[in-house]
């Protein structure tokens, strides 16, 4: 480094080049510690489940009424 007291581009490179295992370190640590937290530690703020049986006539039935009221009028 140089002696004037001025950081230089250079300077600041080679700075960063020693310490990039730290500069990778400390994001991957934390990154792993917020998806720990948020996957087994948090609670969910809000939650809902819903559960829907349909029936194979109900489906079939409702299908054929919705198919002759789409059917166009044949104007001929």
């Given amino acids: 480094m140089e002696t004037t007291g001025e950081v230089t581009l250079k300077d600041l490179v080679e700075i960063l080049k020693r310490n990039r295992t730290l500069l990778w370190?400390?994001?991957?640590?934390?990154?792993?510690?917020?998806?720990?937290?948020?996957?087994?530690?948090a609670q969910p703020?809000?939650?809902?489940?819903?559960?829907?049986?349909?029936?194979p006539l109900q489906v079939?039935?409702?299908l054929e009424?919705?198919?002759q009221?789409?059917?166009p009028p044949s104007d001929l």
Avoid: K
Wanted: charged fraction near 5%; avoid cysteine; hydrophobic fraction near 55%.
């Fill in 69 to 71: 009221v789409q059917q």
């Fill in 45 to 55: 703020r809000y939650a809902s489940t819903a559960t829907v049986s349909v029936s």
């Fill in 65 to 67: 009424q919705r198919i």
């Fill in 60 to 62: 079939q039935a409702q």
């Fill in 25 to 41: 370190a400390m994001p991957l640590v934390l990154g792993v510690l917020a998806l720990v937290y948020a996957f087994f530690i």
